[in-house]
């Protein structure tokens, strides 16, 4: 079954590109491909139409866990919206290298991973075990652009 | 010599794999390779058991920085045992690349270097400037899973 | 047209390598290069004698958004004089992967790319958007080493 294929059984949708803000210019690129390696920017969770998607603000004060955990699957979506639209197509990945997730939060918060699995979770569903395995970090910022609960960088490495 | 050898020359034991409370499940892996690459997650101290290493808490104020030293250095062993459980040998690792250092830390608190150089300092010290040389950045975080002062991840090149 | 005259018709000039503190040892390489990746270590703001640019603080708070966009200029300025003294020649750079850009900022601070736009906007009008383009964070740190308002790593690929 071809990524695209697994993502419809799944019933899931890819959001458009992050709709930005006029006063926020971004002279970089969502995906950067060079040789076979993807390097993914940081993004957050977005609707379907691009827009970002809250709750906004800190994870344990403003945005629960549980809330956290669906932005989190957000992003992950987001980000195979970038990654389709750069590489044409999905299954030019080989597989996942390496995933950084940032949860904003206050002093105190310590459950970062409980959000950021929102995101593993995800990818293994839709890459399976052997592509989608990834090592990570789920950590706590102090503050993300404008707002938003959670942002993931990650690199990807595509089929030669 | 070899490295496990130098690690008995040091003196230096590596911790189990790392104890995680039953509420966090975590379905990453702690070392993924792809191709010669080994992708390591970001990893806090441990003890030898593999159950978090503390002081808990942030560097600054609950957690001095001779004790962050120390914890950076118990995370150096930590990823150091997650790397010989996943390449069998620690032979295989070519030289290191990059090194992200996060120190839990309060607003205010500066020396995030002094910290993570227990990494760093044992690192070199077992490996050898060549093999062991690495770029780093050692900053501060608003919070890390756990409560943990301090946690690493990085990236090491193993031998084709 | 090399990238040693694009510096010199912008009137762009390289500072010395940073002069760190004598308290605060680092021992680990400001560039990295294995292979033909060049991982860049976490950089600050300097002015040309090397010594850390100012002003220091939290962007939002002590430093203003202007103010913070100045410093991730010069912080660009500061990776290209480190990857000049590593590579010898800047020419050998093929292209940029991945930019990592930390503001040290106050909880509330939303505004992270327009600072780190001063990186990305430099290393685009020098290097073109082919070589420059990049991905990137743009995040919010509780802390960064010597108070430094913005510090960035990155990933350099070279001709093989």
Redesign the interface.
């Known amino acids: 079954m071809s990524i695209e294929e697994k993502l419809k059984s799944l019933d899931l949708t890819l959001p458009a590109s992050m709709a930005i803000p006029d006063s926020?210019?971004?002279?970089?690129?969502?995906?950067?491909v060079?040789?076979n390696?993807a390097?993914?920017?940081?993004h957050g969770p977005q609707n379907e139409d691009g827009t970002v998607s809250g709750p906004l603000g800190?994870v344990g004060v403003d945005v629960t866990v549980d809330q956290g955990y669906e932005l989190a699957r957000k992003t992950a979506l987001a980000i195979l919206g970038s990654l389709q639209r750069e590489l044409g197509n999905l299954d030019r990945i080989?597989?996942?290298?390496?995933?950084?997730g940032?949860?904003n939060?206050?002093?105190?918060?310590?459950?970062?991973?409980?959000v950021i699995?929102g995101f593993?979770?995800l990818i293994?569903e839709v890459f399976g075990e052997e592509k989608g395995?990834?090592?990570?970090?789920?950590?706590?910022?102090?503050?993300?652009?404008?707002?938003m609960a959670v942002?993931i960088?990650a690199?990807v490495?595509l089929i030669d």
Chains 1, 2, 3 share one sequence.
């Open positions: 926020m210019a971004l002279p970089f690129s969502w995906v950067n060079r040789g390696r390097f993914v920017s940081g800190k080989q597989g996942w290298g390496r995933v950084f940032m949860v939060c206050a002093p105190g918060f310590t459950q970062q991973p409980l699995n593993t979770d293994i395995r990834h090592a990570r970090s789920a950590v706590g910022m102090a503050g993300l652009p404008l707002g942002e960088e690199e490495l």
